[in-house]
């Protein structure tokens, strides 16, 4: 069993800068496919950015695409979320996912077995 902890949320204003961290503990997730969601209160989750376990695959969604960069270290066992130009849209509970069975990370939340709890982000305009 994964055990997925998400640290490094808080507030920001707009235009501002923030690093999320996922650690890992129970299992290593070195063959997992990584990837980092968000919801915002009253919405659905939605796909934020992915990463393959090797790290040489990364994929974002459309509103961040250019601003934030995922990232990971095999060798202690976390992903990172680079969050740049931050936006009062961006606020949201960001979480991290594990696919235990795809090693190239996908958009799909369904795909993921181990979720963290979350970290809130919250921007001020």
């Known amino acids: 069993q994964v055990q997925l902890v998400e640290s490094g949320g808080g507030l920001v204003q707009a235009g501002g800068s923030l690093r999320l961290s996922c650690a890992a503990s129970?299992?290593?997730?070195?063959?997992?496919?990584m990837g980092w969601f968000r919801q915002a209160p009253g919405k659905e989750r939605v796909f934020v950015a992915a990463?393959?376990?090797?790290?040489?695959?990364?994929s974002y969604a459309d509103s961040v695409k250019g601003r934030f960069t995922i990232s990971r270290d095999n060798a202690k066992n976390t992903v990172y979320l680079q969050m740049n130009s931050l936006k009062p849209e961006d606020t949201a509970v960001y979480l991290c996912?594990?696919?235990?069975?795809?090693?190239?990370?996908?958009?799909?939340?369904?795909?993921?077995?181990?979720w963290g709890q979350g970290t809130q982000v919250t921007v001020s305009s």
């Open positions: 996912a594990g696919d235990p069975r795809r090693s190239y990370g996908s958009s799909f939340a369904t795909y993921y077995d181990y």
């Open positions: 129970g299992r290593t997730i070195m063959s997992y496919g």
């Open positions: 990463i393959s376990s090797n790290g040489g695959i990364t």
